[in-house]
Each structure stands twice: as C-alpha cells, then as structure tokens.
C-alpha cells in the first residue's frame, strides 16, 4: 500500500506553471545558460553558469549565477508587485553589495533598472539589456552608473546548456 500511495504521489507535478506576469521569462526559464563576457581572454576567461526557474509555485522566478566556478555568485528573485502592476527584483550577490529593481519589456528586449546598495566601486545604479537571439541565444549588455556618470558596464553572449 506504501508504494502505491509513493507512485501517486510522484506522477503529481512538483513544478507549477508561471504566473501569468512572467510569460515574457517563459523562453528563458527552466534552463541553464553558459555565457561567455566580451572581455573574456584564454588568459582570464570570464564564464558564467546563469540557471533560470520557476520559484515559490510559479508565483517568482529565481536566477542564479556563477562567474568562474564561484569566484563570483549572485541570486535574483523577480517576483510581480500588485500594488505596482510590475515585475521587480531583489539581486544578492557574494561581493556584499545587493540590488533592488524593476523589469519591463519592450518587443523581444528585457530591460532592467536597478538601485545598488553597498558598491565599492561607486555603482549606484544599474540598466541592462537582455535580447533573445533568432538562433536561440541570448545577448546581456549592461551599463552602470559609476560615480555619477553612465559608463559601459559588462557584455555576454549566452547559450543554453544541459545543466
């Protein structure tokens, strides 16, 4: 009787379906992808490990990443705010600092705007890009701004890959 109540159990969904106000996240959820930054270089290549899903019964969605095999983490929530009719996100990263922001859309084009709390570098503010490619990859560009200025931030193309 134990085993079959075990099978029932599992032929059950663990995974809930997104919130409807993620569907724009839909193509890059439940996938890991491996980007590679333009500044990268075979002396000191710069590899992220980014892993999109679906979080707290499809009601957030949650992204982690690490640069180099952890020489650098970080972790998103994004997560729909009612009273603001807006997907926003938290950020926390292993560098001490964590960001706090919000996500719109426009055509096929991710756009982040963040506040950043405790930066060493002077980055107060954080815009970034995110485009899905027709060949299925996704372009990441980021601008910061750095003591009071809008600089360039840090560029990557990333592929999906089996985890």
Partial sequence: MR????????????????APAFEPL???????????FSNSTPERPMVDISTWEEALQGQAVRIRHSLNQGEYEGETFIVYNKALEE??????TTAG???RGQ??????TM?????????????T?????????P??????????LQNGEWVKGHAAEYRAIEP
Wanted: charged letters at 20%.
């Fill in 3 to 18: 085993a079959m109540v075990l099978l029932w159990l599992c032929s059950f969904s663990l995974s809930a379906e997104l």
């Fill in 26 to 36: 839909a193509p890059m959820v439940g996938k890991t992808w491996r980007g590679e």
């Fill in 87 to 92: 997907l926003e996100f938290f950020y926390f």
């Fill in 97 to 99: 600092f964590y960001t």
């Fill in 103 to 108: 996500v719109t859309f426009e055509g096929d």
């Fill in 111 to 123: 756009i982040s705007h963040e506040t950043v709390t405790g930066s060493e570098q002077g980055i």
């Fill in 125 to 133: 503010e954080v815009k970034a890009e995110v485009r899905l490619l």
């Fill in 135 to 144: 060949d299925g990859s996704m372009a990441h560009q980021a601008y910061y």
